[in-house]
């Protein structure tokens, strides 16, 4: 069973992604470390004591849908009221609603805890957090009062609508529609497809944003509004009434997080006999959607790669545990009695090491997003916050992208480390594999978040941001030279053959987007995205070691350095040289 | 739908595993390529028409037990009745019993066409194929006249019953115990797990061999016995008779594969209250057990091997077929109307060439292997069949563990290709996923054969087997280099690249085994597997090209060199330099 890695979390957290300097420069106000720790704690508490003991009846039963309504996995429900109970909805929230307005990166933490516990319960307040930064940012006043108290304290949850069965990763394709009504408000119609939490039994109300084109809209993604459509209308006294007309016509049936109930839903189709047209009012601006949706989208796909961070570090517990358990053969470092547990043998700790120091990786690398984000909004000065923010945009699509990637590789070495028990059901290491799979799919596969950061991400600040970037971990390899402990190896000739590998590619990248030859750059983004990131993951494990006075963290920081930079190089050549290739090859796969 | 690629699978088996030279030089009797073309176009047509269409109820269904019974799915025992009067069974089988002798290439090429087909139904015909091989060299002639006919035509299965609760990769820890009985017969006592195909409704009889330990025998591998364990006890009629002391007590509930049944047997239960005792022949002599039994593993390895291939092609085919349909917003290379199909975006290509050149490779050493077990046999000389023996040695734990990754990275790749779809089970993209993540972990972990790899078949013939393995591949890069075609980029220098570091990771644990630094060899023993085969899947797939006169082959052999080749460098870092870093942190991982 999941047991929350505090010291690790915490560990990463302030020290390796910075948030003990923005404490100790009083960036956060009252919040200290002690209060930092004492938060982790009880979410730990509450993700290894509530959360874990029901992710297996939430995996086998499943989200259930009966006539339009979906009953949830037994216990559930409660389980839900409990955690809106002990205030964990509002952690990052505005405290003019109710939150408490901790950290992105102290949220962040929190957040990977439910997930390790339960992906399908985890993700469900991930778009409730979204839809509360998007109505903060871009909702007229009334709307805000009516919603964003419900939805910080998690009393109602929201969902994002954006996916149609021809639109996925291309917006523009979406056809939703919008009419005016007299009164302001405006009517919906329309199928959505692969909404997350479209329907449930958690909350009394569900308020779905969703996107629509407007009658008179321009094509494309220009023309594209965002509405705030309830699943019951609510009045003026803030209790829900009538019911919209938006209703869940089916779920899907899943690979994995089965507890997570993925609904097409359908807008403006008379349900129940009533008026076609559900009743939406707008938020932001007409056919300004996009840029609305789009807040909700970056805080998402950290969020996501949160997940993938998640399910790795439960997918390592578990086969740490298994293997310490599991006796087979003989090992040349045991000498105990009987068998050898498996943890012994040379290669069962290699796929150990490889989870653990990955894991750590996705770990650091999506803490130091978000506290990116945070430090955008709580630096001192305005050129400083925008430092930040071109650092959290940059390290978005890594966090996102790698972290499930890493999900997905550790969570399948866990499977490995099982053996035979690991394909069996009820052991519970295929479940994390079957989970951690859509987390490269949604919000934005990994395919776009590589794109995103090639074509988008490193052309901020003219190059400048990303080369900055790498310079800072430069000297985390300086550092570790100057450091030096026989315990690092050849950590820091390794990180900086990797940061190299990085600099040549992003020199190349910039260039080929600068100078038009887009195929280029696109034929190299995933090879790219993994190189930086891993070579980032190296330097941010080796920060952590450095900065940790015990010693204990060197041995897995070398490991990584030697055994995982290694790749570094070959996607450095994919990146620069694999175009012609693929150039060549790919017409092959196009059907006449 | 699957549909068999023809022309790959004989283009890999006569250019490039070499059936076509061993025809030509009249090794293989009157077998000629046309009947090779005739015998894989009906397994492909078999495969396509008859299996593919029930692969989706076997996944759904899966197999049911009921009172010891298992019922396949629906429409499973005609299919497998229909596909033993096609005379699939005994492809390889002795022609003494029925069989039809072909070689083991062509009988490892139509068995990728079931398993591509169906995993869950390729694998049961699998073990009876292997029980005749091992009945065959070890049985007396009585077994053999009794049994051995009905394997080979497929009338009855067979099964191979080794694990045990504590006994997995380690079956010096076998408990399952033998008594001799008075008549020559012996009786089996005793609980084995994972018996794939244990029980099942295709046949009115299944034979199962039984490794168990007699009373007097040594402790560890070499106190096991084999034995034959009939389902049913036949008669000197050869009609099966009094059901014998064996039933199947569970079946798992696995994450794929569902419709092959995996079970718990026991043995000697007094099953319906008989006198307690399964009736047991003994295979070969007392205590040698595991000789017979390794000759069943060795041919059971290379295919499951082919079950990696398999699913990698079947997985590409579909990621392919899904790229070409789906259309997501526009591509350089895209000129048409509307949104281009994905499969314009580079990043989509870089996938899907991705999975097709890891098929392609892992086919060839796949078949590769199977032509060296042929050779084995037909090579004129003894010493080229000693020669041809040690190549076979060499390669399969390549063919096993290469190809069954390589199953589960295409399969992961083809889910990814089809975005949110591939997350939705009725799409059967993750379908793949899940029945091809067993492969690496039955028949010997993939770990398990990375240690035989290092420390079994590298020192072959002092070492100089591997060596000479590694110049011939050598000669490979040379004659692409000479060959002076453009379009091979630089195919020759990487290939040259790849095999220096083969070279020199071999050398290094040539000498850890030979110096008995055992730990820094098994250390290594993974990154090494994957290094040799990345080298020689690369050097094959370009002498396929080399030999491919229309050219078309050329385009993807540069695609694997620039882009997947560059991998090896690591591992060869990895196994060069890794050992230290993985012993100095893998003491974290050992619970107090």
Redo the contacts between chains.
């Keep these: 069973m999941y047991k929350a890695p505090l010291d690790d979390i915490a560990f990463t957290l302030k020290q390796v992604a910075g948030l003990k300097p923005a404490i100790d420069a009083g960036l956060l106000g009252d919040l200290g470390e002690d209060l930092v720790d004492a938060i982790l704690s009880e979410a730990g508490r509450f993700a290894g004591e509530e959360v874990a003991p029901l992710y297996k009846v939430g995996d086998e039963v499943g989200a259930v849908l009966k006539d339009a309504e979906v009953t949830m996995p037994p216990g559930w429900r409660d389980l839900y009221r409990r955690w809106v109970e002990g205030g964990w909805n509002g952690l990052s929230g505005p405290e003019e609603f109710g939150g408490q307005a901790l950290p992105i990166s102290v949220a962040m933490a929190v957040l990977e805890m439910w997930n390790s516990a339960s992906m399908a319960f985890g993700i469900g307040p991930t778009l409730t957090m979204g839809a509360i930064e998007a109505l903060e940012k871009h909702a007229a006043p009334v709307l805000k009062d009516k919603y964003l108290a419900k939805l910080v304290s998690g009393e109602w949850m929201a969902t994002m609508n954006l996916?149609e069965p021809?639109a996925?990763?291309?917006l523009?394709?979406l056809r939703a529609r919008a009419e005016r009504a007299e009164d302001g408000t405006y009517r919906i119609f329309g199928q959505k497809?692969?909404i997350t939490y479209g329907e449930h039994d958690f909350t009394d109300n569900i308020v779905h944003l969703v996107l629509a084109r407007l009658p008179d809209a321009p094509a494309g993604t220009r023309g594209i509004s965002l509405f705030l459509v309830p699943k019951f209308l609510v009045g003026d006294d803030g209790v829900p009434g009538a019911r919209n007309d938006v209703f869940c016509s089916g779920i899907?049936?899943?690979?994995?997080i089965h507890a997570s109930p993925t609904c097409t839903m359908i807008y403006g189709d008379g349900f129940k006999g009533q008026a076609p047209g559900a009743v939406g009012w707008l938020i932001g601006e007409e056919n300004k959607g996009l840029a609305c949706m789009f807040t909700m989208m970056n805080n998402a796909r950290l969020s996501v790669g949160m997940q993938g961070v998640a399910v790795a570090e439960a997918a390592t517990q578990k086969a740490?545990a298994y293997?310490?358990e599991r006796?087979?053969?003989k090992a040349?470092?045991y000498d105990g009695p009987g068998?050898a547990?498996i943890?012994?043998?040379?290669?069962?700790?290699?796929?150990?090491?490889t989870m653990?120091a990955l894991t750590q990786a996705a770990r650091a690398i999506a803490y130091n997003c978000a506290h990116a984000i945070d430090m955008g909004r709580l630096a001192a000065t305005e050129a400083e916050r925008g430092h930040w923010q071109a650092r959290a945009n940059l390290l978005t699509p890594l966090a996102k992208a790698f972290s499930t990637d890493v999900g997905?590789d550790v969570a399948?070495l866990g499977?490995?480390v099982h053996?035979?028990m690991?394909?069996?059901?009820?052991t519970g290491a295929?479940a994390y594999?079957?989970d951690a799979?859509?987390a490269?799919?949604?919000e934005g596969?990994?395919?776009i978040q590589?794109?995103d950061l090639v074509v988008r991400k490193l052309p901020l600040e003219g190059g400048e941001h990303v080369h900055g970037y790498i310079a800072e971990l430069k000297a985390v390899a300086d550092a570790v030279r100057d450091s030096n402990r026989d315990?690092f190896?050849?950590t820091a000739a390794r990180l900086d053959e990797a940061l190299d590998a990085v600099s040549e590619a992003t020199r190349f990248l910039l260039s080929a987007t600068a100078e038009g030859r887009?195929?280029e750059a696109?034929?190299g983004?995933?090879?790219y995205l993994r190189l930086i990131s891993l070579a980032a993951g190296g330097a941010y494990v080796a920060q952590g070691a450095l900065a940790d006075e015990t010693g204990?963290r060197t041995?897995?920081c070398?490991?990584f350095?030697?055994?995982l930079l290694?790749?570094?190089?070959?996607?450095a050549?994919?990146v620069l040289?694999?175009?012609?290739?693929?150039?060549?090859?790919?017409?092959?796969?196009?059907?006449a």
């Design positions: 996916t021809q996925g990763s291309d523009a394709a497809i692969f899907e049936h899943k690979l994995g740490i293997a310490n006796r087979q053969g040349g470092g068998m547990p943890v012994h043998h040379p290669d069962v700790q290699r796929n150990l090491l653990k997905v399948s499977v490995q053996g035979g690991g394909f069996i059901e009820e295929a594999l079957r799979r859509i490269p799919i949604y596969t990994n395919g590589a794109i315990g190896g050849r887009q195929d696109l034929a983004a995933t090879p204990v041995a897995l070398r490991f350095a030697e055994n290694g790749e570094t190089r070959a996607l050549d994919s040289g694999g175009a012609a290739s693929l150039a060549a090859a790919g017409q092959s796969l196009i059907s």
